[in-house]
T-cell receptor
Framework: GAGVSQSPRYKVAKRGQDVALRCDPI?????LFWYQQALGQGPEFLTY????????KSGLPSDRFFAERPEGSVSTLKIQRTQQEDSAVYLC????????????FGPGTRLLVL | QKEVEQNSGPLSVPEGAIASLNCTYS??????FFWYRQYSGKSPELIMS????GDKEDGRFTAQLNKASQYVSLLIRDSQPSDSATYLC???????????FGSGTRLQVQP
């Protein structure tokens, strides 16, 4: 089946703008994760959903970051009042759920804040 | 202190050689261990997963896990130029579903 999809693929925002990043997980996948990847670094965890429930948001860097998954499928990561340090690739991953779950990554959204 | 450590490289090997990539982690309770490959400008792609001590082989790839030493490695046999990429080690910490990644090791396979 289709993999994880994300949109937009690229986003340029002026500092202070709000942005919304969308993730469509693999159909039927219960778990959904958001990661942030800075240049030259490994991805860093932001938040995790199991169905519509946000079970872990310990990685969100500030209250400007907000994520939702209202119907347990598509998820949106919203960043309010963007700052230059928010420039990064935002990766979404999904998995079937279960103890030894493999996470499959989408292509990412590259965000540049000017 | 970063929880997952990798040598950033680059690790340069000739075509046909064995590439050895290493990773250490700090959480003794970690249960699941993964190697992802990431080409420049692309997203991480799963290569191997390993959950118990010992070796796990899949084609040219072998993952090795030693929980006592908190060490996981990836061997790539008969390295090809197409293996040139950044290899990310990732672990799930005790009681969490999130992956903690190392910074990655850049592998260069010279033709």
């Amino acid at each position: 089946g289709a993999g994880v999809s994300q949109s937009p693929r690229y986003k340029v925002a002026k500092r202070g703008q709000d942005v919304a990043l969308r993730c469509d997980p693999i159909s039927g996948h219960v778990s959904l994760f958001w990661y942030q990847q800075a240049l030259g670094q490994g991805p860093e965890f932001l938040t995790y959903f199991q169905n519509e429930a946000q079970l872990d948001k310990s990685g969100l860097p500030s209250d400007r970051f907000f994520a939702e998954r209202p119907e347990g499928s598509v998820s949106t990561l919203k960043i309010q009042r963007t700052q230059q340090e928010d420039s990064a690739v935002y990766l979404c991953a999904s998995s079937e759920g279960g103890q030894k779950e493999t996470q499959y990554f989408g292509p990412g959204t590259r965000l540049l804040v000017l | 202190q970063k929880e997952v450590e990798q040598n950033s490289g680059p690790l340069s090997v000739p075509e046909g050689a064995i590439a050895s990539l290493n990773c250490t982690y700090s959480d003794r309770g970690s249960q699941s261990f993964f190697w992802y490959r990431q080409y420049s400008g692309k997203s991480p792609e799963l290569i191997m997963s390993i959950y118990s001590n010992g070796d796990k082989e899949d084609g040219r790839f072998t993952a090795q896990l030693n929980k006592a030493s908190q060490y996981v490695s990836l061997l790539i046999r008969d390295s090809q130029p197409s293996d040139s990429a950044t290899y990310l080690c990732a672990v799930t910490d005790t009681g969490r579903r999130a992956l903690t990644f190392g910074s990655g090791t850049r592998l260069q396979v010279q033709p």
